[in-house]
Every structure is written in C-alpha cells, then in structure tokens.
C-alpha cells in the first residue's frame, strides 16, 4: 500500500472528519482499518480457530467439542476448550451527562465519547471479547449485556448512533451499580469528562478493583476546558444546571488552569496508586491514542 493510501485511510482516526460521515457502523470500520494500518504488526490472532487447553467432559457439553484422538489415548472425555471461552468480558461505561453535549469545534465530548466507544467495540469484535455497552447521566440510560457476536455489535452501534446528551452528571452511583452487577472478572471501560465529585468517583473506582476488575479511564475534555482561552466578554451556561455567568475571561483564567490542572493530576495520580490505567483526551486530538492504550492494556491482561 502506497503512503497516499495509507494517509488516506488514517484521516479516519481525526474526530472531525470521521464527524462528517453517516452512520457509526461506517466511522468504527474507517477508524480501526486505519489504526490497523497505522501498527507494525497486527494484534489480532484467530482466536476462535487455537484451542488453548483441554478440560475434562462435563455433563451437558457438545459431544462435538470432544478431543477423539485423546479419548483414544487416555479413554477419557475431554473437551477442547476455545480460546474464545476464556476471553475477557469487556464493558464500556459511556457518560451521557449533559456536560458531554459541550464543544467549542467541530465535536463534542459525547460525539468523540460515542466514536471511541464505537472503535473499541469493533476492536474487541475481532479479539473475540465479550462486549457490553452502558450509557449514563444520572442513571443508568441504556445497558446491553456483553456478547461476543456481530449481531451484538450492530446493536451496540446502532445505540452509539443515536445517543444524545441527558441529565446531571452523577458518577459515583453508577460506578457502585455496576461494580456490585459485574460479577466475573472483566474489563472495565469508562469514558467520561468527569466533572463529578472526585472523591466520589475514586470510591466507585477502588470498588471495582476491589471486585478483581481491570479498569481504563478515557477523561475527555475540550480543548477550551484545558486551555480556557476565550478572549472577550463571555456568558458561560452550566450545561446541567442552566446556571449562567457573564465575565471577562482573563479575570479568572489564571484560578481557572490552576484549578483544573490540580484536577486531572490528582485523578491521574489516585488512578496510578489504585493500578487504574488513565488517558485524558481531547477532543481535537486523532482516536488512534486511546485505541492504543487499550490494545496495551488488552495485551497485558492476556
């Protein structure tokens, strides 16, 4: 493949060009094959073809699945147990809130949230991982249970394509819901601007880790909410609250950076002591960073 070819396909990963196609099943097969392309060596094996061991026959297994050769060698039953049946259960936690609905360019937090949302699903897809998928606010929206099958993936897709910024934001609950709901080991996603009471959303995290999970936090934010750069009289609207604030930017730009760079760095910081994988993103920034992330962390679960 010609680099042209190749600079073409990875245009895919730039949130505002993959905004201007029509459906979620397009944006998540353009962004994958050009994050695909974009890796050295593709992590994808075939999974449902190696069998990775044998375990013993138990009663109510496909007869289909005995290993006959070693029947005839140990005159015992064993059935050959699929690498896809030990996968992980993969559940992405995507933040609905109405702070998500803001954008100062061409994608909010909620449309960057659904496009990687959309990406990781079709990635688990091709590693045989159980997928499910739960939208927010201040409740639990949406939740599809997780299945490994392209059936499954449509309707996960189809749920992306059409979700649109709720409520209040109200993280802690929710984190605690699922933490309880979850039951196997899994792999926990959560995708969220995390405006919410940060001591609050830590507890939810460490009962998920306290369960045996793995977890990834996506922090999305835009760009004016790290760099705070507007430059005449503004009139702010609280997206959840409809509270509004007229003022002059630079009065409190300075307070403003300072505050919010404590916040991500603590948050960083507690999810680095608690063994939470964390990625901030924003949402100019191209979608193959966060689907790098967790193919790392995939690989190092496996």
Not at 91 to 119: C, F, N, Q, R, T
Not at 129 to 141: E, H, R, V
Not at 188 to 208: P, R, Y
Request: glycine letters at 4%.
């Amino acid at each position: 493949m010609s680099s042209d070819q190749i600079k073409e396909k990875r245009k895919y990963l730039d949130p505002a060009v993959i905004s201007r196609l029509d459906n979620m099943q397009l944006r998540a097969r353009l962004m994958v094959e050009g994050f695909i392309i974009g890796l050295h060596k593709s992590p994808y094996h075939g999974f449902s073809v190696e069998f990775a061991e044998h375990r013993p026959y138990m009663q109510g297994d496909e007869i289909r699945h005995v290993d006959w050769k070693l029947y005839g060698k140990t005159d015992r039953f064993y059935i050959k147990q699929y690498e896809e049946e030990t996968n992980l259960k993969s559940y992405i936690l995507l933040d609905k809130s109405g702070s998500m609905g803001y954008k100062s360019g061409d994608v909010s937090k909620l449309e960057y949230g659904s496009y990687l949302a959309s990406a990781l699903g079709y990635l688990m897809l091709k590693q045989q991982d159980a997928i499910s998928l739960a939208t927010f606010d201040s409740k639990i929206q949406s939740f599809l249970p997780p299945l490994a099958k392209k059936s499954h993936l449509n309707l996960l897709l189809s749920e992306l394509d059409k979700i649109s910024p709720g409520k209040q934001t109200n993280i802690s609950p929710i984190l605690h819901e699922f933490a309880e709901k979850i039951k196997k080991r899994g792999l926990i996603i959560i995708i969220s601007d995390f405006l919410d009471d940060e001591a609050n959303i830590l507890n939810g995290l460490k009962h998920f880790r306290h369960n045996g999970h793995e977890v990834i936090l996506f922090h999305i934010l835009d760009q004016q909410e790290v760099e705070f750069s507007f430059n005449s009289q503004t009139r702010f609207l609280d997206m959840e609250n409809k509270n509004i604030m007229i003022t002059e930017p630079y009065h409190i730009r300075d307070a403003y950076r300072e505050t919010i760079k404590q916040y991500i760095e603590n948050l960083k910081y507690q999810c680095r002591n608690n063994q939470i994988d964390y990625v901030l993103m924003t949402t100019n920034q191209s979608l193959d960073i966060a689907l790098t992330e967790y193919l790392n962390k995939r690989t190092r679960i496996k």
